[in-house]
């Protein structure tokens, strides 16, 4: 019994820090958001929007953000469960669909925003621009994202398993964001995410 064996224990392979379908507020999450934007749910997604008024000189945003969402001091696991739907071509630190493994409110620092994870039609990048790769993002599919920082600070991205992007000195903040992270006129995003979790070592 769990009262008095730990040998009969299992090592848990993942925390869920948000499940689709279900209200984001109650698993933690605040959002940072600028009209025009919309936040709804499907049955097993949250789905994130944002536009641009005829003729408006800024954007809708849209940012999800979950505090105290990993330990900053320790290497860590990030899959992003997510299908972009649409998404406008990235301005350098600015994206209408991110991923950010580090994020200080209220619109994330110059650190944060360099080492951003952009989605853009066709490819996916540090935001930065220091790094890029080509994939199809918007072929109607949900793919798994996945930031993993190392001991020595290291940060590799992967999509389906499949290894992206990489950077070095990585820092974090233990607060992580999902999301339109810019008012940049028309730079908007439309995403459904299902499922954001932190895999245990």
Known sequence: MPATSTAQWTPRASVPLLVGGTD????????VMQAPNTLTYGADHVRLATSTNNGGRTSGQLLITRANALDATK????????????????????????????????FGNATDRSQMIYLDSAALGW????????????????????????????????VDGVAKLTRSNFTA?????????TNDANVDGAVRIKSVERICP
């Not at 984001?24 to 959002?31: D, F, H, N, Y």
């Not at 290497?75 to 649409?86: A, D, G, I, N, R």
């Not at 607060?175 to 339109?180: E, L, M, Q």
Request: hydrophobic share 40%; aromatic share 8%.
């Open 24 to 31: 984001i507020a109650a698993q933690g999450w605040t959002p």
């Open 127 to 158: 935001s930065d621009d220091t790094q890029s790769a080509a994939f199809p993002v918007t072929d109607g599919a949900y793919h798994v994202y996945e930031l993993a920082v190392d001991a020595a600070k290291v940060a590799t991205v992967s």
């Open 75 to 106: 290497p860590f696991k990030l899959q992003v469960t997510m299908q972009v739907e649409s998404v406008s071509t990235h301005n350098s630190l600015d994206s209408g669909a991110a991923i950010l493994g580090s994020f200080t409110p209220p």
């Open 173 to 181: 903040t233990g607060t992580i964001a999902i999301g339109d992270q």
